[in-house]
T-cell receptor
């Protein structure tokens, strides 16, 4: 049972435009959400996170939005750059469980076209 | 500062064999987790250790075991390897306070033949 879903396996965006990556979750106990970026032959790199007490968090070109009622989060990258081309994973965690266990989605491959 | 280091980077084993994967966390990080990533999937949680104690276990068979040493490094052991154990094994560490995000190593690519 996939608790964290990324329904778009791939996305292509023109350089300079906005990239929007989406993620849905089913477990209402999740209270912390993260986005990771992964290049081939490297481990995932932490990008940005958001707690369930917030609905938005920004860090430079990256913004994460959380809609708890819809159990949906999205990552916005503005402006998109060719170096952003990678696989993006959404992850969720129940911080109250005492186990810092992440549930990952299956990833979205972003390609930014120059 | 060195990141999370894992060894070996690649490994080929035969079905039925045993394998040990090693991880050194970032200095000062006391929490280590292990994940398995199969091609086309997201990483799946295997274990979490904190201060040498197991704090969480994912849905993996007992063939998988791990431990954390006094210097906070960790080993993941897999017995009686199956073809389906072929995957990228990722180790991640985090500081117990502050930023919640784990820092991942580059992984060990295990191929079982």
């Amino acid at each position: 049972d996939q608790q964290v879903k990324q329904n778009s396996p791939s996305l292509s965006v023109q350089e300079g435009r906005i990239s929007i990556l989406n993620c849905d979750y089913t477990n209402s106990m999740f209270d912390y959400f993260l986005w990771y970026k992964k290049y081939p032959a490297e481990g995932p790199t932490f990008l940005i996170s958001i707690s369930s007490i917030k609905d938005k968090n920004e860090d430079g070109r990256f913004t994460v939005f959380l809609n708890k009622s819809a159990k949906h989060l999205s990552l916005h990258i503005v402006p998109s750059q060719p170096g952003d081309s990678a696989v993006y994973f959404c992850a969720a965690s129940d911080a109250t469980s005492g186990t810092y266990k992440y549930i990952f989605g299956t990833g979205t491959r972003l390609k930014v076209l120059a | 500062d060195a990141g999370v280091t894992q060894s070996p980077t690649h490994l080929i084993k035969t079905r039925g064999q045993h394998v040990t994967l090693r991880c050194s966390p970032i200095s000062g990080h006391k929490s280590v987790s292990w994940y398995q990533q199969v091609l086309g999937q997201g990483p799946q949680f295997i274990f979490q250790y904190y201060e040498k104690e197991e704090r969480g276990r994912g849905n993996f068979p007992d063939r998988f075991s791990a431990r954390q040493f006094p210097n906070y490094s960790s080993e993941l052991n897999v017995n009686a390897l199956l073809l389906g154990d072929s995957a990228l094994y990722l180790c991640a560490s985090r500081y117990s306070g502050g930023n919640y995000g784990y820092t991942f190593g580059s992984g060990t690519r295990l191929t079982v033949v």
